[in-house]
């Protein structure tokens, strides 16, 4: 199922795959119209003859046409062209990841901070069952390189911490990524059950990256879309896709794909939130609604102890301050998380002042349209 999104007095093809040129069809759509875009370009890899396993039989590597290009110069000019595309679409606020290897993703990395975007990240996709190198003249290529960049310096990109830590099993997400590439049922065929695309990406792939960066309703557009990992991971994800892709064989088997795929139900596309997305709770606003009371006597679990105020600062034996500042003094700290640190008595027991404040969140989260 398609829909289509107003912007402006244009409309935006949400959930399709468009056939054409991806420069042309970029510079078609309504500026300022998309949250991410994430872009697996030609590599230019400049293969020079067969390549062929031990066995003596063909590896099916990446020399179709589309990779074809007369020179670095007439690389450079096409990966400026649709730089320049996307960079228009993006939203202020927006974002672009783009996958390549050692054959251009240099060459693409200059020209992104050339035209102003501002690069958040490189990430090295490390292969954890690569091609081996059959030549034996070289180190085994087991890597991609992604480039995670905002549209400018002062864009207030989305990047949900928390949901990549819970990945992780609670760590912070680093920027080696160890994922398998496609094999087995995630491998597409053709009809003749050959790769259906020499260069599909894992799903895995995709998902990190929608999870990390995007938010569920967001519009993603991919100028490469290929067989069409990104537009199954976003429908599945619940954000809307825009797929450009000029091949046919390509667009078909991506239309097949996507006619399979079924959106997660609402519940499950919930993610953990970053606190800095959390409303900010001054703590102030416990003293005015009469949570605590001025007077009333604050405790760290190591015994250290302060006064609220009705200004709603504390005030200890030889300071007064935020309950960050007093904290940090009492501990002879650079600084203090006041919400853990201190705690308030009921019936004889001693609880975070955190709790306070996520009573009122909860509140400001019920008050709010869904």
């Not at 102003?116 to 034996?136: A, E, T």
Request: neutral net charge; glycine residues 8%; charged residues 25%.
């Amino acid at each position: 199922m398609t829909k289509t999104a107003t912007n402006g007095a244009a409309s935006l093809p949400l959930n399709r795959i468009l056939a054409g040129d991806c420069v042309e069809i970029m510079q078609s759509l309504p500026a300022e119209s998309v949250d991410l875009i994430f872009a697996d370009p030609p590599y230019n890899l400049q293969l020079r003859g067969d390549l062929h396993r031990p066995d003596n039989s063909r590896v099916d590597a990446v020399d179709d046409h589309w990779d074809q290009f007369a020179s670095f110069e007439a690389y450079d000019r096409f990966t400026r062209d649709w730089l320049a595309a996307a960079q228009r679409l993006l939203k202020p606020n927006g974002a672009i990841w783009v996958i390549g290897s050692y054959h251009n993703v240099f060459r693409i990395g200059a020209e992104l901070q050339n035209q102003g975007y501002w690069i958040l990240n490189d990430v090295i996709w490390r292969k954890s069952n690569p091609m081996p190198n059959f030549r034996g003249k070289r180190l085994t290529n087991a890597h991609e390189t992604l480039i995670w960049a905002s549209k400018s310096e002062s864009a207030k990109y989305t990047f949900n911490y928390e949901a990549l830590k819970a990945l992780n099993e609670g760590v912070q997400m680093r920027s080696d990524w160890v994922l398998p590439i496609c094999t087995g049922g995630e491998r597409l065929k053709d009809d003749q059950g050959d790769k259906a695309h020499p260069t599909q990406k894992p799903e895995s792939l995709l998902h990190r990256v929608i999870v990390g960066t995007t938010n569920p309703g967001d519009v993603i557009l991919d100028p490469f879309f290929g067989t069409g990992t990104t537009g199954a991971v976003a429908k599945m994800l619940g954000r809307d896709f825009i797929g450009i892709e000029r091949e046919a064989a390509y667009r078909e088997v991506a239309e097949r794909r996507l006619s399979k795929i079924r959106k997660f139900d609402r519940e499950a596309l919930e993610t953990s939130a970053s606190k800095r997305t959390e409303p900010r709770v001054p703590f102030g606003q416990l003293v005015e609604r009469g949570m605590l009371r001025p007077g009333e006597e604050l405790y760290s679990a190591r015994g250290q102890k302060a006064k609220v105020r009705a200004d709603g600062t504390l005030v200890g034996n030889d300071v007064k301050g935020s309950i960050h500042q007093v904290g940090a003094h009492l501990e002879g700290a650079p600084s203090c998380n006041g919400w853990t640190y201190w705690h308030f008595r009921r019936d004889g027991q001693l609880v975070p002042i955190d709790l306070l404040r996520q009573q009122i969140r909860a509140e400001m989260e019920e008050g709010r349209p869904h």
